[in-house]
């Protein structure tokens, strides 16, 4: 069984930089994808698909409002994906969440959180204008 551990979470304001990471023990593989979502205020029935990373390959994925601001990475040898976040915003502000899921999903299931099969506890970040 894999368990998902985040941090780097905090308060930032607007325009500035944080990195989350997601470090992962138990039954993990390189090939595990990784996916980072988040949970807005006032939307706690929904989590946002972020970014996420495959396995094999390591391809990337990214939701149109992060491109260009967010980068998703992944270290194998320390078993922990990154979240580096710059140009943040206020609208950025929520609880992100990673979460992991095997397989080789096509791009329309990377993107849905139902696919994923382990979570981590999230961590908030915070913008301030």
């Known amino acids: 069984q894999v368990q998902l551990v985040e941090s780097g979470g905090g308060l930032v304001q607007a325009g500035g930089s944080l990195r989350l990471s997601c470090a992962a023990s138990?039954?993990?593989?390189?090939?595990?994808?990784m996916g980072w979502f988040r949970q807005a205020p006032g939307k706690e029935r929904e989590r946002e698909f972020v970014a996420a990373i495959r396995g094999n390959g390591g391809s990337t994925h990214y939701h149109n409002s992060v491109k260009g601001r967010f980068t998703i990475s992944r270290d194998n040898a320390k078993n922990t994906v990154y979240l580096q976040m710059n140009s943040l915003k206020p609208e950025d502000t929520a609880v992100y969440y990673c979460?992991?899921?095997?397989?080789?999903?096509?791009?329309?299931?990377?993107?849905?959180?139902?696919?994923?099969?382990?979570w981590g506890q999230g961590t908030q970040v915070t913008v301030s204008s």
């Open positions: 138990g039954r993990t593989s390189s090939n595990y994808n």
């Open positions: 979460a992991g899921m095997g397989g080789s999903p096509i791009v329309s299931t990377i993107r849905q959180s139902q696919a994923y099969e382990v």
